[in-house]
């Protein structure tokens, strides 16, 4: 015990004295560095001068560089969703079953529901919009003539999920809605001067997305949409785009010759023909979001496509460049596949791996169709490989979730308990 507080005592000392040493020297030092400072100052004065100069001449490119690395760095958020599809809609009339979803939902630490919010040409809402276009001689109600959207989001809330209505059809109308027959010169043509094309929702229409009064109509929608509702977003999906078959109408053939001095192409998929369509539905959908965002500045702007290659090729849908010109807050790509082997390798592509790194990225996994069950295994492989790659999920549908299934709805229910063991709420912006 001495010789301990001998050692103690000598330490004392010897840091006393070092102390006393650093003291005398930082004195030496700092007289030193001021006298330099003096004759230095005029030389810091250039290079400040100088610097400014450097970053103001920055280009573009670079600080977006930096903006997107920085970005990248930012945790996401995990999407966990189920879309509530016109098949659900002895669900969504009712409170009681709302209630029982959302809480279901909650419980097995999902986060998002999509419901739909405009199918067949009509909305799933009271809409003023709807009823002065004259293309919605009724109203969806509920059960006991309750608002089935308002109803919905008061209780999802309350749980704490998210709802982001859904608009499924997009520019797509069956040719006997009252939006067809009403409005035939909103919808556009084939060469042939065909207007329909064979869909899963089955024959459809095609709404010009050049023409501006289609524009109008659709935004004015979105709008009611997310200012009538406390929602937290919308949703647009495959659909929200031209089969490229279309175009050939009269008011597309006048603009496309106006500005490009040709007529158009008689091969639908001639690529400057494709590029020419796919580059003014982008234009609609960069003003559609700054709609939105004026609006309600929070929204979550969605957008659930199809993989890139098909959407461009096929459907115009060019929504990797909507994505780089950050119109899209969250991504969820549809990837049906029944075969494991290819639904991998559809979720690998490059295009997720880069929205990932910067949005909210989920996958579209289908649970089922009234004709087509789809087996709790499948399901489960699928799910085990998204989460593999750090990607959400949404299911496509609610329904099929665990009614219509091959397996009972007690092994169905209990095989959703197994995917999502622990919570994951996404924090809603109020």
Aim: proline fraction near 6%.
């Amino acid at each position: 015990m001495v010789s301990r507080f001998n050692y103690k005592n000598e330490q004392w000392r010897v840091w006393v004295a070092n102390a006393s040493f650093k003291s005398m020297k930082s004195s030496f030092i700092v007289q030193s560095w001021r006298r330099q400072l003096k004759c230095l100052f005029p030389l810091l004065i250039l290079i400040s001068f100088v610097t400014v100069l450097l970053v103001d001449s920055f280009t573009p490119a670079i600080i977006e560089g930096m903006r997107f690395s920085a970005i990248a760095q930012i945790p996401r958020q995990e999407i966990r969703g189920v879309w509530m599809t016109t098949n659900d809609f002895d669900t969504l009339k009712s409170r009681d079953k709302v209630q029982d979803a959302v809480s279901q939902l909650r419980r097995m630490n999902f986060n998002t529901i999509y419901p739909v919010v405009w199918n067949s040409g009509y909305v799933m809402y009271p809409s003023a919009l709807a009823q002065r276009a004259g293309i919605q001689p009724f109203v969806y109600k509920g059960s006991d003539g309750h608002d089935i959207l308002a109803d919905l989001i008061t209780q999802a809330h309350r749980k704490g999920l998210l709802v982001i209505p859904w608009f499924e059809f997009g520019f797509m109308a069956p040719p006997t809605s009252e939006l067809a027959l009403n409005y035939p010169d909103w919808f556009t043509q084939k060469r042939d001067g065909s207007q329909t094309s064979n869909s899963a929702a089955g024959e459809v229409m095609w709404l010009n997305p050049f023409h501006p009064q289609v524009q109008q109509f659709i935004t004015n929608l979105v709008l009611e949409t997310v200012t009538q509702y406390d929602a937290d977003g919308i949703q647009f999906d495959d659909h929200m785009s031209l089969p490229h078959e279309f175009g050939y109408d009269q008011y597309t053939v006048a603009l496309y010759t106006q500005e490009t001095k040709n007529a158009p192409p008689n091969n639908p998929q001639d690529a400057a023909w494709v590029k020419w369509r796919a580059d003014k539905i982008t234009a609609f959908m960069v003003q559609l979001n700054q709609a939105v965002k004026q609006r309600k500045p929070q929204a979550i702007f969605s957008v659930a496509p199809n993989y890139y290659d098909f959407a461009y090729k096929f459907h115009l849908q060019d929504w990797l460049t909507w994505m780089r010109q950050n119109i899209v807050d969250e991504l969820i790509v549809q990837i049906y596949r029944p075969d494991l082997k290819s639904f991998v390798a559809n979720i690998s592509r490059p295009e997720i791996q880069e929205a990932q790194q910067i949005i909210p990225t989920g996958v579209g996994i289908m649970t089922g169709l009234r004709n087509n069950p789809v087996p709790m295994q499948q399901i489960k492989s699928q799910v085990r490989a998204v989460q593999e790659r750090g990607l959400g999920v949404t299911f496509f549908y609610y329904e099929s979730l665990w009614n219509d299934a091959l397996e009972s709805l007690q092994e169905r229910q209990a095989g959703f308990e197994t995917l999502f063991p622990s919570p994951a709420l996404r924090a809603r912006v109020e």
